[in-house]
């Protein structure tokens, strides 16, 4: 059963840790590289803002972006941006966020993402929670993947494993971590079983293509290759 206001909780407390981190960069830091290919720092900031922004519509009942090409323009053109109107602009958006999320609504009705995702609204602050989280560590500003909620990490993996599962792109895939939660994922055959064991932490950058997956190990097969998200 999905708590979104649990989740709401938890995207209060994402947004003040990474509000926190980004108010100590400088206009240096933030036209400087993330860990993104291509992405600046400001590149991520903005997409931070303008999902912020994008959620809220959904949450309205409003189209998430205009259009692709808008919502990488605003991108594209949010990036060059000194550090203050980074920070102003993520803090206001996430305020935006968060009173769209508070007005009265049925959390159990079905919205309308982009590219013809559909989603239950309750799960629309995991959603924000995800991009949060994720995204921090992408500024590489020293919040790593160890760093994340280990209740966020568990349940950032069964909603990736769910994402792949029946993709006949991969092959039918048993997860374990260092715990003994396990996940399943994949669309091959059952007889083409790969086993991927390792800490819950590696798993999840696997899965979301932040690591190689060099520190798991895989049985009845090698790694899968993931389609990208």
Request: charged share 20%; aromatic share 6%; glycine share 10%.
């Amino acid at each position: 059963m999905i708590d979104h206001a649990h989740d709401l909780g938890a995207v209060r407390g994402a947004t003040e840790r990474l509000l926190d981190a980004a108010g100590k960069l400088d206009n240096a830091s933030v036209a400087g590289a993330s860990r993104l290919p291509g992405w600046s720092r400001g590149h991520v900031l903005a997409h931070l803002s303008r999902n912020a922004d994008a959620l809220g519509n959904v949450l309205r009942g409003l189209p998430m972006y205009a259009s692709g090409e808008t919502r990488d323009a605003d991108i594209a053109d949010g990036a060059p941006r000194p550090a203050a109107e980074q920070l102003t602009d993520l803090r206001e958006s996430a305020d935006g966020f968060l009173a769209a999320a508070a007005e009265p609504a049925d959390w159990s009705r079905t919205v309308a993402l982009r590219n013809g995702v559909t989603d239950s609204a309750a799960r629309i602050p995991f959603r924000r929670w995800v991009e949060l989280e994720l995204h921090h560590v992408d500024l590489d500003v020293g919040y790593e993947l160890e760093d994340l909620p280990a209740e966020f990490v568990s349940r950032e993996i069964a909603f990736l494993a769910e994402r792949f599962l029946g993709n006949q792109d991969v092959p039918a895939t048993a997860l374990t971590d260092q715990d003994g939660h396990t996940w399943n994922t994949g669309g091959g055959p059952a007889s083409a079983l790969v086993t991927v064991q390792g800490p819950a932490v590696e798993l999840l950058g696997w899965l979301c293509g932040r690591r190689d997956g060099s520190a798991l190990t895989a049985a009845g097969g090698p790694l899968p290759s993931l389609p990208p998200l």
